[in-house]
């Protein structure tokens, strides 16, 4: 369908054909009218800070351009999106991305050093962008950056905290941790959206319908609003660029004038202060579900706003609303997004008057789950009568979708009560809990876990009987993935001009199962020499960053052994520093002439524990307790080093990775749902010792067995395991028995403070099976010493590996998840397509 260009048309095809400008004249030009016009500067008065702005002010406005574009189109298009809802978008930084995408790095590099800076020192000016804890939070992010750059038409929706993730400390070995003011300066990467605001009502009371059972007017003063901030997601090697779409608390209408006039200052700005905190500061909970009221009032203002957007958008196509599942799909990041359905449902019932049975046909059509772990403890329940209490209508809803549930599934398995029990969304504990993930589930089409093995699991666990009642078809694997754009291109370019030179142009970036090229070239002995090069390079600037950051020297020509990640019992980096107080204990046993034979090593530990989870803090306390004795132990010199790199994030994930020969995922078998760094660290070239578990075991099907190291037991054995040890004191093998006497004797300290740690093990049940792994993990670590002294073999292992991920790109996740679950399509946006 054509239709009459207007005026308007007219003016937008001609901005649509305007390309970007590249030539270093006129970046000069806007990069001087930001610095000027909007932050009052001029160019002599221009500090690295200012640069960093105006340049960054100057990429957002190209990125706008074409944010336009993208949406405009996919409008125009009435193509189908997909709404990806995540409480958390771990996106770090932006700026150095956006130049990579508009290909306009070299011309910002030369414009900026004709004002006599350095790129990398401008980019370094930039904070991350933390909304995030850990791997789903960054899981989100390579999510929409793919969509972007596979030109799928899709949005992530997520809140906008004023304050992110904790910046931590180290003071005295402990973790401290400090707000992470990121909105103190401009944010080059939003742009506020004042007129997309929504009401979100919380508390009072319901008025039923007289003439519709099914219908309720919820009526309530407690009301704030939602206002958007749109996040711009770069697409790489294409015009179309992604949205990431904030909701912040909007506080201005509730300025109480009244009470202010009557002198009460407090009283007036009360409601203010009560709305901002729903959008203040996100939970540093990873893989835990402390149940705070005002975590579910956040999840609710959350879901509310989105649904209002998405609902007020596709009413603007005039196509009535049993066809929504045909232009959007929304896709639920874990449960904590899942009043969705239930507001979804509010929605259809209350505001479009549909009956229960139209309206839960659209939404299980519109809605799929994603489920990433099996952890107890980061299960999602919210008491009943906190539910009732906050969202009356939705507590309303849920009791509704579950009665009807229950009745389906009783006329099926008749008189099973044992079973309705089992499934029933609503927990009869005291207080009754609603469980999420089993919500999550009935209103959803499509349930997927996040690696073959973990998808396997929920199929075998919690999901066991929605299988049976359900059908397997509903139960399916999406395989996590990682974005090669900032997990290869941006942060290793050293590696990534190497593979660009095998393949022949960049094009790899956005279609990885090109760098199975890499493979013909495993034995040019100049290729091999360039890729050890490389990473030498990036083991250099990574010792120039523990430098900074620690005031530690380590010597880059030793084995850089990582483990980093958020800090969690079942990650188990309690095991990696027994590991290394043993390896001490050995080396201190060692005559100088024996121990001068060793091969050198760097003990690379990063990671936050959540505030209020004192275990994971402790074993902080211990990593740096031991690594200012080791360090400090002249005997011991650069054979061994232990690194605590304080306050993990993306950035320094970026200078971190690329940089590891081996990376430890070592966490029980059956606890790691998936795991997304150890695809990073592989795509980078290093090397995996890991249990055989989460994506360690789809990496170790793709690279071969003799590119990883493997240890410990299965995850079929772990419940046995536990079993024995709830009833049978663990045998800690002499090895680790050698370092439980090392820090009983007080060889890092105080031993008492860190007696809780052993008794963990020896005491309390050993639930995550560190007695029961350690022999073989050590013997893994002898393994990986003997292939790391034989160079050639190593260099072998690593382009080997490189060249077998193409699998682990989040591109091939996301085009997975577009034609099984979403049925969406790719829809390039190209200024001559515009249709008009
Ligand atoms: N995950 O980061 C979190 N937070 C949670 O609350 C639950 C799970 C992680 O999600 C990643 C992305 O799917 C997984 O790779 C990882 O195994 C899992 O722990």
């Known amino acids: 369908q054509t239709k009459t260009p207007t005026k308007v048309d007219n003016m937008f095809q001609n901005y649509s054909h305007s390309e970007i400008a590249r030539d270093t004249a006129t970046i000069k030009n806007s ?90 020192d401008i980019i370094d000016e930039e904070r991350d962008a933390a909304l995030g804890n850990g791997g789903l939070g960054r899981l ?4 929409v950056d793919s969509m972007a750059c596979s030109d799928y038409p899709g949005w992530g929706y997520g809140l906008r905290y004023k304050y992110g993730m904790f910046q931590q400390q180290i003071i005295n070995g402990y973790q401290v941790e400090v707000p992470d003011c990121w909105l103190d300066s401009p944010n080059p990467w939003e742009f506020p959206r004042p007129d997309v605001t929504y009401p979100v009502k919380f508390y009072g009371h319901l008025v039923r319908d007289p003439n519709n059972d099914d219908r309720y007017v919820w009526e309530s003063n407690v009301v704030y609003d939602a206002m958007a901030f749109d996040v711009p997601v770069p697409g790489y090697g294409t015009t179309n660029v992604g949205n990431i779409r904030l909701w912040s608390c909007k506080t201005n209408s509730l300025f109480d004038l009244n009470k202010f006039n009557s002198g009460d200052y407090g009283g007036a700005t009360g409601g203010q202060v009560a709305a901002q905190i729903l959008t203040d500061v996100l939970y540093p909970n990873d ?110 809803i849920i009791y ?17 009560r044992d079973l309705l029990r089992r499934i029933s969304i609503i927990e009869e504990s005291n207080p009754q809990q609603v469980r999420m993930a089993f919500l999550a589930c009935v209103g959803s089409h499509k349930v997927n876990g996040v690696a073959a093995i973990h998808s396997d699991i929920i199929k ?45 142009d960049r094009s790899w970036v956005n279609d990885l199962a090109k760098v199975k090229k890499l493979e013909e070239r495993v034995s040019d002995s100049d290729f091999r020499r360039r890729w050890w090069d490389a990473k030498q390079k990036n083991k250099q600037r990574l010792a ?120 430890q995922h070592i966490s029980t078998a059956g606890t790691e749902a998936s795991g997304t760094s150890n695809m990073k660290f592989v795509l980078n070239g290093g090397i995996i010792l890991g249990t055989v578990d989460g994506a360690n075991i789809e990496i170790g099907e793709e690279i071969g067995e003799e590119q990883i190291f493997f240890f410990g037991c299965l995850a079929h054995e772990v419940e046995d395991f536990r079993h024995y040890l709830r009833f049978n004191q663990p045998k800690p093998d002499d090895a680790l028995q050698t370092a439980f006497d090392m ?54 292992k690593s382009i080997l590996s490189v060249a077998r991920m193409s699998k682990f790109s989040s591109d091939r996740s996301i085009q997975e998840y577009a034609e099984e679950v979403w049925n969406i399509e790719p829809v390039r946006v190209t200024s001559c397509s515009m249709g008009i």
């Open 31 to 120: 990069v001087i009218m930001h610095l000027t016009a909007t932050f009052l500067r001029t160019p002599t008065s221009m500090d690295s800070g200012h640069a960093y702005l105006a340049s960054a002010f100057s990429v957002r406005d190209r990125l706008l351009q074409r944010w336009n574009l993208t949406n405009e189109f996919h409008d125009r298009m009435k193509a189908k999106r997909v709404y990806y809802m995540s409480l958390e978008f771990l996106i770090g930084r932006t700026f150095d991305n956006a130049l990579l995408a508009l290909d306009l790095r070299k011309e910002y590099g030369q414009t900026l050093g004709e004002v006599g800076f350095r790129l990398e």
């Open 140 to 143: 989100a992010a390579c999510y």
């Open 287 to 396: 893989n835990t579900n402390d149940g705070k009221e005002l975590r579910l009032r956040q999840e609710y203002l959350f879901c509310s706003a989105t649904l209002q957007d998405i609902v007020a958008r596709f009413k603007k196509t005039g196509r009535p609303m049993s066809e929504l599942p045909e232009l959007a799909a929304i896709q639920l990041n874990d449960t904590h997004p899942t009043l969705g359905i239930p507001e979804m449902m509010r929605i259809l019932l209350d505001e479009e008057e549909m009956s229960w049975d139209d309206a839960w046909d659209v939404t299980t059509r519109t809605f799929a789950f994603t489920n990433h772990t099996i952890l107890p403890e980061a299960m999602e329940k919210w008491p009943v009568p906190m539910l009732d209490k906050i969202l009356p209508r939705h507590m309303g």
């Open 400 to 416: 509704k979708i579950n009665l009807y549930f229950l009745q389906a599934v009783e006329k099926r398995f008749p008189g099973d």
């Open 460 to 504: 075998q666990t919690i999901f066991k009987d929605f299988v049976r009642i359900q059908g397997e078809d509903k139960f399916i694997n999406k395989t996590n993935g990682v974005s090669p754009r900032r997990w290869m291109n941006e942060c290793n370019p050293d590696m990534s001009d190497l593979i660009t030179d095998v393949v022949g």
């Open 544 to 663: 120039e960053y523990i430098l900074t950051t620690t005031g530690i020297q380590v010597n880059p020509n030793a084995l850089f052994d990582v483990q980093v990640k958020r800090i969690h019992e079942y990650k188990r980096q309690l095991m990696n520093i027994l590991s290394v107080i043993y390896r001490y204990h050995c080396l201190k046993q060692m005559t100088p002439e024996v121990r001068a034979k060793e091969l050198h090593r760097v003990v690379i530990f990063a990671g936050k524990a959540a505030s209020g989870y004192w275990v994971a803090k402790q074993v902080i306390k211990l990593i740096n307790a031991v690594a200012e004795v080791v360090n400090a132990d002249e005997e011991i010199g650069d054979v061994l080093k232990v690194v605590f790199i304080p306050d993990y994030s993306v950035t320094a994930a970026e200078y971190i990775i690329p940089a590891s020969d081996i990376s």
């Open 743 to 796: 820090i009983q004797r007080n060889t890092f300290g105080d031993g008492a403070i860190f007696q809780p740690l052993i008794d963990s093990i020896v005491r309390g049940g050993d639930v995550y099976l560190l007695s029961v792994d350690f022999p073989s993990y050590i013997q893994a670590h002898n393994a990986v010493e003997d292939a790391y002294r034989n160079r050639e073999e190593w260099i072998t």
